[in-house]
């Protein structure tokens, strides 16, 4: 009986072969939700000096590398070149990053030295990245990190728990949404701010839930787009979440894969494959 050939092939041996074909695919949110319930963040300047350190280039690099097609600065909830999109409101995201106002901003909200539990899975690369990053922007706003190096499952159990971070619960956790699901608040989960009914981290902006409700009751696209705004800049003032930038990844086929239909995920309907 002959034995199987198991020598590694080359990169460009298996190319030569299958001639792979790769396409920007959807597009993704990075996002860093927070418990507001919790001290410090339960201090809506503690969550606002956040973002006037947090650098979203800082969190895209460590993601795509040096590729600027890659990525987009955002100023806001909304998916980008959607007919909703809007940076009313997102001017604390913009420009250079003001370390100073920030600690100044930590300060007046009363927060003493307590440790900001910060969960990060490791075996999601854009998770451990992100973490990697919050954890040195925490630092240099002089805050103590509780870094909870952990996998994607238990981040998924403890992002449930309301118990204080000292009793299972947590401050910070990394997470990310397809761009469609983004482009209003129908189905954004993570935009709500109706407290115990929101997503993870239960924010609580009865300012932001009006304007959602403006939304539902507009009558044409104008009026939709009006809302759109009120809601990003009501979510930005209260901080329903830290945005951290917007991304696309690659898909991949092989040259004998026909039929793939863009789209915000793989679709495989009408897929097929030669020989």
């Avoid at 030569?16 to 001290?39: D, G, I, T």
């Avoid at 995201?93 to 990060?120: I, M, N």
Wanted: net charge neutral; proline share 7%.
């Amino acid at each position: 009986m002959g034995e199987p050939d198991l020598r590694s092939r080359t990169r460009a041996e298996e190319e030569q072969e299958h001639q792979r074909r790769y396409r920007r695919s959807p597009r993704q949110y990075w996002l860093l939700p927070h418990e507001p319930s919790a001290p410090p963040f339960n201090n809506v300047k503690a969550r606002r000096a956040v973002l006037m350190a947090l650098s979203q280039e800082d969190y895209m690099r460590a993601l795509v590398g040096d590729d600027d097609t890659l990525w987009k600065p955002l100023p806001g909830f909304f998916t980008p070149d959607t007919p909703l999109y809007t940076e009313l409101g997102g001017e604390i995201l913009k420009g250079k990053r003001d370390f100073d106002a920030a600690k100044k901003l930590l300060a007046e909200s009363g927060y003493s030295g307590q440790p900001v539990t910060c969960v990060v899975a490791q075996d999601q690369s854009i998770t451990k990245a992100q973490g990697d990053v919050t954890a040195d922007l925490l630092k240099k706003l002089g805050m103590n990190v509780d870094f909870v190096a952990t996998d994607w499952g238990t981040v998924g159990a403890r992002r449930a728990m309301k118990t204080p971070p000292g009793q299972g619960g947590w401050n910070m956790f990394h997470s990310w949404h397809a761009g469609a699901d983004c482009i209003n608040p129908a189905a954004y989960t993570a935009i709500r701010a109706n407290g115990d009914k929101a997503w993870f981290g239960w924010p609580n902006s009865p300012n932001t839930e009006k304007e959602i409700t403006a939304w539902f009751d507009a009558k044409n696209l104008e009026e939709e787009k009006a809302a759109i705004g009120q809601v990003n800049k009501a979510a930005l003032e209260d901080v329903v979440y830290a945005p951290t930038g917007f991304f696309l990844t690659y898909t991949a086929w092989r040259k004998n894969v026909s039929g793939i239909t863009k789209g915000p995920l793989p679709f495989f309907w009408n897929v097929s494959k030669s020989a």
